[in-house]
C-alpha cells in the first residue's frame, strides 16, 4: 500500500564503494530510506558478492547471485578503476556532490588512491564518510586483515557457541552464513544517520569510524556481564542451571521450548496430558529440572517426536507457552504469518525473472518505502552518471572504457 | 561531564521497554545525548534489574549486571501503568517528549491505552517506536517470544552446528540486538524526517522480519534453488582452509581464513610446512576446499604447538586473516581493544566503578558518550515529577500514598 508522503532520504546522494556485505547493507537500508546510491564496482568483474553463491538455478554469473541481487536492490552502479588517476579524479567529482560516502576497504588502500578522510573533506566539507574496517581506523590491528569467520571468532560470539555444548572437545562455532557482516552494517547505518542529524546542526560532515569488532562486542552483553560481575569466564559448556530451555527433536525437525516460568511449565505439563512423571520430585522446580535433564529430556523428547513442529508450535502458543519452531528456508518462506504480514518483497530483475526477497522488517506510519527495484547490472549507468550528471561525451566514455578507467 | 553539546541534546525520550532488544535501543540513543527516561514501578521494575548476574553475586533492585550495562547513560522513575492514574502521568510525560519506545505485546499496548492514536492526542508529532517479537498484524502477532524461540523461528538457529550435526543454537541472544539496531535506524529517521517536514510517525518493527533480513544468504538458496541452506560448522562457501583450529593451552582456539593463492602460499611458509605447498591435494583453491577435512587436521598439528595470540600475529604479519577465539576476559584486555579505549569504567553509587562496553559508531565531530552509570530504581522521581511535570506537593504525595508513583 503506496502511502502518500515523502521518503526520508529524498534528497541525499550517498556513494558506496565497497565489496561484500558490511557496506552494501548499509548501502541498502539508506536506499529503501529513499537515497539515491550509486555504487561504484571494479571495471568488469565487480563487486565481489557478484561471485559469491547462492546463483540463480546453480550456475555461476555475476548477475545471478543471491547475496548480491538483495544487497544492492535499488542501486545505481557505474564502473571505476580508481588506479588510474583519471579514475580517482572521477571518483572525487562523485563524491563532491555527495552527502555520504560508504566504503569498506583496507586504510591503507585509500590512503594509497588519495582518497582518504582528509583528501576528501578538503573536496566536500559537507560530505559524511562512513568508513568500515575489522578493527577500525586507530590502533595496533589497524590494518590487520579478517574475514566474517575471524571476526566473529574474535568478537567471543563463537567461543561461547553453541550453547550448553556437552564438553570442549569440539570448536567454537560461527553462524554458518554472514550474520556478523549484516549485523555490523546495521550499525553502520545507525552510525551513518545520526552523522546526518549531526550535520543539521553543526553544518558539515565528519567521519565515521566503524570497527566490526565494537559493533559486535555488545552483543556479548550476558558474557560480559559475568566477567564483570562475578570475574567468571562464560564458555559454550554452560551448566544446566535451569530447564526446559532447550531444543528439542520433534517428528520433522526440532523445537526450542522456553519453560522456566512455573505457569509456562503447568502448561505444557497440561498440554503434553499431565503425564504421571511430571508430579516426581525431581521435576517440581525450574532449577531441579535443569539439574536432572538427562532424566526428563527422553521424557519431554517421547513426546515431541510424535507431533510436528508446526502443531507443537501453535498447540503450545494457543495456551501461552513460549515454544518456537526451528526453522529452515523452507518453513519461513511458507509461514502463514510472514506472508500474511506482506514481508517478503517480489522482485523482477532481467537476468533471474521475478524473484521473492527478505522485505524490509519496519513500517512507518507517514513515509512511504521505497518501490522495489532489482539490483544494477554491472556498469548499467556508466552513461546516465557520467554523461548526463558529470557531463562527459559518449565518446570519451568508448575512449575511458578503452583505456581501462572505467 | 555535559551532554548539552551532544547529538540528540534536547530529544526526550519515555522508554517503556523491558530486558534487551528495547532498553538496548534507548541506550544507544542516550549515549547519543538524548534524555532517556524508564518508566517502571516497584510492583513492576523491569525483569532486567532481576536477572541473576549480581555484581559480586549479591542480589538487589539495582545490582544486576546486564541491567546496568544496558540502561547506563538513562534515567529512572517509577509509575505503575497498571492503574488509570499512573498511565495519565505516562501521557503527561510524553506531552513533553520527542520520541517513545515499547515493545509490549501488542493487546497490551491497546488495553493499556498507550497507543500510537492515543499518544498522539497528546504529542502530535511524537515518535514512537514498537518492537514486539512478531510485529502487530498477522496471525501470530500475540506470540511469545523469547530470545532463543524468536532465534528458531526467524532461520538462524537452522544455520549453527557442525557439519552434519544437529542444530545448536548461539550462545547469546542475537535477535534482541538487532531489533535494537533497526530500532535506533529508524528513530534516527523519523527524527530526520521531523526535522524536515514537523512530522512525527509510527514506526511498526517486527523483531523476527529483523532476524530473517540478515540471513539473504539462506533465503535465496531457497527462492533461487529450491534448497534449504545446511550447517556447516566454521566452514565457507568457498575459502578453505577456512576454521577453528585448536592452540596450546585449555580450551584455546584461533580461526584462520584463507582466502586467496596468494595467502595459501604465505601460509605455508610461515607455518614452516613448505610441502603443504606442493601437496597436489592442496595445489589449487577448489581441491582444497573438496580436500579441507585432512587440511584442517594437518593445520590443527601445527596450530597446537602454538598460542592463540602467536599465530594471530604471525599469520597477520603475511597479511592473513587470523583471530584468537577469545573469550571474555581476553577480549577485554586485548591491546588493541584497550589502547582503542572501547570499555570505560563508570562509577556506580552501589556497585562502585565497574566497566562498560562502548557504542558501535565513532565520530570525530559528535562522538557518543558513556558518561552515567544506569539509574536506581526511582532515582529520577524527584526531577520527573517536580521539574519536568510540575506536579504540586499534595499531589505527589496523594499518588505516593495511592502507590501511583511507587
Redesign the interface.
Known amino acids: 500500500m503506496e502511502k502518500m508522503g515523502?521518503q526520508?532520504?529524498r534528497d541525499i546522494k550517498v556513494v558506496e564503494y565497497g565489496n561484500l556485505v558490511s557496506a552494501p547493507f548499509c548501502g541498502k537500508?539508506l536506499s529503501d530510506?529513499g537515497a539515491e546510491v550509486i555504487k561504484i564496482e571494479e571495471p568488469y568483474t565487480g563487486d565481489m558478492a557478484r561471485r559469491?553463491?547462492?546463483?540463480?538455478?546453480?550456475s555461476p554469473h555475476i548477475e545471478k547471485s543471491?547475496?548480491f541481487?538483495?544487497?544492492n536492490s535499488g542501486k545505481l552502479s557505474v564502473t571505476l578503476n580508481l588506479e588510474t588517476s583519471t579514475g580517482v579524479e572521477i571518483f572525487k567529482r562523485l563524491v563532491k556532490n555527495s552527502d555520504i560516502l560508504i566504503q569498506n576497504n583496507p586504510p591503507n588502500m585509500m590512503r594509497q588512491y588519495g582518497i582518504d578522510h582528509e583528501s576528501l573533506h578538503d573536496v566536500n566539507q559537507q560530505l559524511i564518510m562512513t568508513s568500515i574496517t575489522p578493527?577500525?581506523q586507530?590502533?595496533?590491528?589497524r590494518d590487520?586483515?579478517?574475514?566474517e569467520?575471524?571476526?566473529?571468532?574474535?568478537?567471543?560470539?563463537?567461543?561461547?557457541?553453541?550453547?550448553?555444548?556437552r564438553d570442549?572437545s569440539?570448536?567454537?562455532?560461527?553462524?554458518?552464513?554472514?550474520?556478523a557482516d549484516?549485523?555490523v552494517g546495521?550499525?553502520?547505518?545507525?552510525?551513518t544517520?545520526?552523522?546526518?542529524?549531526?550535520r543539521?546542526?553543526?553544518g558539515?560532515g565528519?567521519?565515521?569510524?566503524?570497527?566490526s569488532?565494537?559493533?559486535l562486542?555488545?552483543?556479548?552483553?550476558?558474557?560480559?556481564?559475568?566477567?564483570?560481575?562475578?570475574n567468571r569466564?562464560?564458555?559454550?559448556v554452560?551448566p544446566m542451571?535451569a530447564a526446559p530451555?532447550h531444543?528439542l527433536?520433534c517428528k520433522d525437525g526440532?523445537?526450542?521450548i522456553?519453560g522456566l516460568e512455573e505457569r509456562h511449565w503447568q502448561r505444557l505439563i497440561e498440554l503434553i496430558g499431565n503425564p504421571e512423571w511430571a508430579d516426581e520430585p525431581l521435576f517440581e522446580n525450574a532449577t531441579s529440572r535443569g539439574e536432572y535433564w538427562d532424566a526428563l529430556e527422553p521424557l519431554l523428547s517421547a513426546w515431541t517426536l510424535q507431533h510436528t513442529k508446526e502443531e507443537i508450535y501453535h498447540q503450545a502458543?494457543a495456551m501461552?507457552?513460549?515454544?518456537?519452531?526451528?526453522?529452515?528456508?523452507?518453513?519461513?518462506?511458507e509461514s502463514?504469518?510472514?506472508t500474511?504480514?506482506g514481508?517478503f518483497s517480489e522482485i523482477e530483475h532481467p537476468k533471474?525473472g521475478k524473484?521473492?526477497?527478505?522485505?524490509?522488517?519496519?513500517?512507518?506510519?507517514?513515509?512511504p518505502r521505497s518501490a522495489t527495484r532489482p539490483a544494477p547490472l554491472l556498469g548499467q549507468h556508466n552513461e546516465e552518471i557520467y554523461c548526463n550528471r558529470l557531463g562527459y561525451s559518449k565518446k570519451e566514455l568508448v575512449k575511458m572504457s578503452e583505456t581501462g578507467v572505467i | 561531564m555535559g551532554v548539552s553539546d551532544s547529538l540528540l541534546s534536547g530529544i526526550r525520550v519515555v522508554d517503556l521497554t523491558w530486558v534487551w532488544a528495547g532498553p538496548y535501543s534507548t541506550a544507544l540513543l542516550a549515549d547519543m545525548g538524548a534524555e532517556v527516561i524508564k518508566v517502571e514501578s516497584s510492583k513492576r521494575p523491569d525483569l532486567g534489574r532481576h536477572y541473576f548476574i549480581y555484581y559480586d553475586g549479591k542480589p538487589g533492585d539495582n545490582r544486576a549486571v546486564p541491567y546496568n550495562q544496558i540502561n547506563r547513560n538513562k534515567k529512572c522513575c517509577t509509575i505503575d501503568i497498571a492503574e488509570k492514574a499512573g498511565v495519565d502521568l505516562v501521557k503527561k510525560l510524553v506531552a513533553i517528549s520527542d520520541i517513545v519506545v515499547e515493545n509490549f505485546s501488542p493487546p497490551v499496548t491497546e488495553s493499556l491505552g498507550l497507543s500510537y492514536e492515543v499518544l498522539r492526542e497528546v504529542k502530535p508529532d511524537i515518535i514512537m517506536l514498537s518492537l514486539p517479537g512478531f510485529g502487530s498484524s498477522g496471525p501470530e502477532r500475540n506470540y511469545l517470544s523469547y530470545g532463543p524461540t524468536l532465534e528458531a523461528v526467524s532461520g538462524i538457529t537452522e544455520l549453527i552446528g557442525y557439519h552434519e550435526g544437529p542444530p545448536q543454537g548461539l550462545g547469546v541472544a542475537f535477535t534482541d540486538p538487532v531489533g535494537s539496531m533497526y530500532g535506533v535506524i529508524t528513530i534516527l529517521g523519523a527524527l530526520y524526517n521531523r526535522k524536515e517536514t514537523g512530522k512525527g510517525q509510527h514506526i511498526e518493527l517486527s523483531q523476527q522480519e529483523a532476524a530473517i533480513s540478515l540471513l539473504p544468504e539462506a533465503v535465496m538458496e531457497y527462492t533461487m534453488n529450491d534448497r534449504c541452506r545446511s550447517r556447516m560448522g566454521n566452514r565457507d562457501d568457498m575459502m578453505a582452509p577456512h576454521g577453528c583450529y585448536r592452540c596450546r593451552g585449555e580450551d584455546k582456539w584461533v580461526s584462520i581464513a584463507i582466502s586467496s593463492d596468494e595467502d595459501w602460499e604465505a601460509f605455508c611458509q610461515v607455518s614452516g610446512h613448505q610441502e603443504w605447498g606442493r601437496d597436489e591435494r592442496f595445489s589449487d583453491a577448489y581441491v582444497r576446499w573438496q580436500n579441507q577435512q585432512v587440511l584442517d587436521e594437518l593445520i590443527t598439528d601445527w596450530t597446537r604447538q602454538h598460542t592463540n595470540y602467536e599465530i594471530m600475529h604471525m599469520l597477520q604479519a603475511v597479511g592473513i586473516a587470523a583471530a584468537p577465539s577469545y573469550n571474555s576476559e581476553e577480549l577485554i584486555n586485548d591491546p588493541h581493544i584497550k589502547e582503542r579505549g572501547f570499555f570505560t569504567e563508570i562509577e556506580h553509587p552501589e556497585v562502585g566503578k565497574r566497566i562498560m562496553y562502548g557504542t558501535p559508531w565513532r565520530l570525530n565531530a559528535t562522538p557518543a558518550k558513556v558518561y552515567a552509570p544506569a539509574p536506581l530504581l526511582g532515582q529520577h522521581n524527584d526531577y520527573v515529577f517536580q521539574e519536568l511535570l510540575s506536579l504540586s506537593p499534595e499531589n505527589i504525595e496523594r499518588l505516593t500514598k495511592d502507590g501511583i508513583i511507587a
Do not use: N
Not at chain 1, 559469491?52 to 546453480?58: G, V
Not at chain 1, 590487520?144 to 574475514?147: A, Q
Not at chain 1, 544517520?193 to 549531526?198: E, H, Q, R, V
Open positions: 515523502y526520508i532520504l537500508i530510506f559469491k553463491e547462492p546463483f540463480f538455478r546453480d543471491g547475496l541481487l538483495y544487497l578493527f577500525g586507530t590502533g595496533p590491528y590487520y586483515k579478517s574475514t569467520l575471524t571476526t566473529f571468532h574474535f568478537s567471543g560470539l563463537a567461543y561461547v557457541t553453541p550453547r550448553m555444548a570442549t569440539q570448536e567454537p562455532l560461527k553462524v554458518s552464513s554472514g550474520l549484516f549485523y546495521l550499525c553502520a547505518t545507525a552510525g544517520m545520526s552523522a546526518l542529524l549531526a543539521m546542526r553543526i558539515q565528519q567521519q565515521v569510524d566503524i570497527s569488532v565494537e559493533c562486542i555488545p552483543v556479548m552483553d550476558i558474557p560480559i556481564a559475568f566477567f564483570s560481575g562475578l569466564i562464560s564458555t559454550r554452560s542451571l530451555w531444543i527433536a526440532y523445537v526450542h522456553a502458543q501461552g507457552i513460549p515454544v518456537g519452531p526451528v526453522y529452515t528456508m523452507k518453513d519461513i518462506l502463514e504469518h510472514l500474511a504480514r514481508f533471474t524473484l521473492r526477497y527478505p522485505g524490509i522488517p519496519y513500517r512507518f506510519s507517514e513515509t
